[in-house]
C-alpha cells in the first residue's frame, strides 16, 4: 500500500468525522429547544423555541449548499419599499444593497424570530449606523393574512 492512498484515505476519513460532528452537534441544540418547550401554550410555535439555536442550526448547512450566493443574487437587484416575508432570524440583512432601499420591513409569524432579527441589525452587524437612511421595520405579521389595502397582494422577498 502507497503511502499516498494512507494520505488520502485518512483524510477522507478526518473530513466525513469532522462533517459528521458539525451536523451533529447543532441537531443537539435542536433537540435540547424542543426538549424544554411547553406545547400546551397558547400561541406557542415551532420557531419560537428554535429562535435562540436557528441560526447554528442551519449556517453549516446552508454554506455546504452556497445559500450565502444565492441570497446575494436573489436581494441583489432589490430597491426601493422591501417587504420581507417570513424573515426569521434575519439571515438575509447582510445581503442586501441599502444604498437601493427606501426602506426594509421585516415581517414573521415568531416573536422569538424576530427579536433575533432586530439583534443582528442592531447588535451584530450595526447597519443602523451604516444605513442611516434606510427606514427599517420588524413587525409580527402572518403571511397567510397580508393584503395590500387594495386587496392585492404585496410586493415581496
Known sequence: ?????????????????YSGYMYAKPMKAV?????TADDGAP?????????????????SEERFMFYGLLRWWLLRNAQGDVLEISAGTGRNLPQYKYSQLSSLTL??????????????????LQLQYKQPDVSVKFLLADAEHMLAPDGAAPVTV
Open 1 to 17: 500500500m502507497k503511502l499516498q492512498h494512507v494520505l488520502m484515505g485518512s483524510a477522507a476519513f478526518a473530513a466525513s468525522v
Open 31 to 35: 433537540q435540547q429547544a424542543a426538549a
Open 107 to 124: 415581517t414573521d409569524i415568531s416573536q422569538a424570530m424576530l427579536q433575533q432579527a432586530r439583534k443582528k441589525y442592531f447588535d451584530e
Open 43 to 59: 400561541g406557542s410555535c415551532a420557531f419560537d423555541r428554535l429562535a435562540g439555536v436557528y441560526d447554528s442550526v442551519v449556517g
